[in-house]
């Protein structure tokens, strides 16, 4: 099926432009509308905001009126006399065309020659997000310089909550007793050795919610443990981004709840298993990693890479297991190559289903009719072409040119019809894979993945499975199953 052209055509005009320039809504609406027909595009409906100043969107009913049309898919495509008439502000202008590009909606000038639906028109886009992003990056700028100076003078910024104190408004942070003494007992056990994910799993089998009611996660268990707030300190520069200008200063009015001396053991406990802790892999190394998953609970399984006497392995683990929620173990690169493998012998097995050839006999007819319908098609919009062309250089009238155009509209709706039965007809006959062709991929990768490279490994897992449901029980890794992309 042909997608048609449906138009929105805005008009506005104020008292002062109708006077000096002659931009007339009836000037406007004329010229509009034969540039619209010229184009073959189906008109919507005409937005037309009469007396209104151009300098804002506020006050406009009608362009909020093209908005929603916009955003409720009613038009595909937005056609203006003239640039200034849609608006005279450059951040509305940049918020319309970015609009218009979420809603896969076409934006047309007729004075400019502005058309996004070509490449000319696309290259005015890009200009205009240039424009976007420097005006998205000056106010970023201004966002975290505001905070970087508030920080400075000592106001915790982040008015979201932070576990062992309560925000009443206003920069005014109370302790929660409660929640303090937790927060002291996190600092204990990591000193006493306790690891992040082990505090978390601790903490979660407690039925202890988080200061949103959650459930306890190892980043949460470290940014409390890492946050100077605790000793009544605040911080600038926490993300990577800020790393450079990070500061920490004395906060105003923020009462300590840890001591200092517990939070420098701690911070210094971070910092010495840092360089021993594993670390999340996710390189050519560790191919399966995005393609498993648990098959106990659905969740996704992450890759870590360890270091073990100048040897580097690979493990999984269910990201759920992590934060003790899943009962699925870890387990190892080299079990789940094995796996892997084991599992390609059996599909060895398979037997070809006979509907597959006779599919393949009926996909041949289907697309041969398929492809006469289609040049049937484009022959009806060559005429129309011609026809437009015609009416343009004045050899037709507007009501000849309607009748002959519904005419041609008719057959290619006829036409389109059939077009969308054969299309049904070949999707039901096709197989993007035919069972030949998948034993004989499944044969050669088993034959030749000793002899491909990790990055090979990893395209091919990507490339054809969508995921692996995999699940480990008394030690043994076990493929639930295997769903590979059609």
């Known amino acids: 099926m042909i997608n048609k052209t449906i138009t929105g055509i805005y008009i506005r005009v104020s008292t002062e432009d109708q006077a000096k320039d002659g931009f007339s809504i009836h000037a406007q609406r004329e010229k509009l509308t034969k540039y619209a027909e010229a184009n073959d595009w189906d008109i919507f409906d005409y937005y037309v905001d009469d007396g209104i100043s151009g300098k804002d969107l506020d006050g406009r009913p009608e362009v909020t009126r093209l908005i929603n049309d916009v955003k409720e898919g009613k038009i595909n495509n937005v056609l203006i006399y003239k640039l200034d008439r849609l608006t005279r502000s450059v951040r509305d202008l940049i918020y319309l065309i970015e609009l218009f590009e979420k809603y896969s909606c076409t934006f047309n000038s007729q004075t400019e020659k502005i058309d996004t639906s070509n490449a000319v028109g696309r290259m005015f886009v890009k ?34 909550g932070v576990y062992g104190y309560d925000y009443l408004g206003n920069n005014v942070y109370v302790v929660n007793e409660e929640e303090k003494n937790l927060v002291n007992r996190i600092f204990d056990l990591y000193i006493d050795g306790l690891s992040y994910y082990k505090i978390a799993k601790k903490l979660n089998n407690e039925n202890l919610p ?24 605040v911080r600038y520069g926490v993300q990577p981004k800020n790393k450079d ?37 996710s390189s050519d190394n560790s191919y399966y990693f995005h393609i498993i998953k648990c098959a106990k609970c659905g969740g996704g399984i992450g890759a870590r890479q360890q270091n073990q006497k100048g040897t580097k392995y690979i493990t999984y683990r269910c990201y759920n297991a992590s934060r003790g929620f899943c009962e699925c173990g870890g387990f190892s690169h080299k079990i789940m190559e094995d796996t892997f493998m084991e599992y390609l012998d059996t599909l060895g097995n398979m037997k070809p289903d006979d509907s597959i050839f006779e599919k393949k006999n009926n996909l041949a007819n289907y697309q041969k009719q398929e492809e006469q319908l289609k040049n049937k098609i484009d022959k009806l919009y060559l005429k129309k072409k011609t026809i437009r062309n015609q009416f343009v250089n004045e050899l037709l009238t507007i009501e000849e040119y309607r009748e002959m ?77 295997v769903e590979f992309k059609r």
């Open 210 to 233: 988080t200061k949103r009611g959650g459930h306890w996660a190892t980043g949460t268990i470290k940014s409390i443990i890492t946050n100077p707030l605790y000793i009544g300190q």
């Open 245 to 281: 200008k990070s500061f920490s200063v004395e906060g105003k009015n923020i009462e300590a709840i840890v001591e200092v001396e517990k939070w420098e053991s701690a911070n210094k406990a971070v910092a010495t298993r840092q360089k021993f802790c594993m670390r999340r892999y």
């Open 127 to 160: 200009i205009i997000g240039i424009f976007a992003e420097f005006e998205r990056e000056n106010l970023a700028e201004r966002v975290s310089f505001g905070y970087e100076q508030k920080t400075r003078e000592g106001n915790y910024t982040n008015t979201c």
């Open 405 to 481: 155009i519904e005419e041609i509209d008719n057959q290619i709706s006829k036409l389109n019809d059939s077009l969308v039965n054969i299309n049904a007809k070949i999707g039901e006959n096709t197989e993007e894979f035919s069972y030949e062709e998948v034993k004989e991929l499944i044969t050669n990768i088993k034959l030749n993945w000793e002899n491909l490279t990790n990055k090979e490994r990893k395209h091919f897992l990507e490339q054809f499975v969508d995921k692996i449901m995999v699940e480990k029980i008394n030690d043994k890794v076990i493929i639930k199953n």
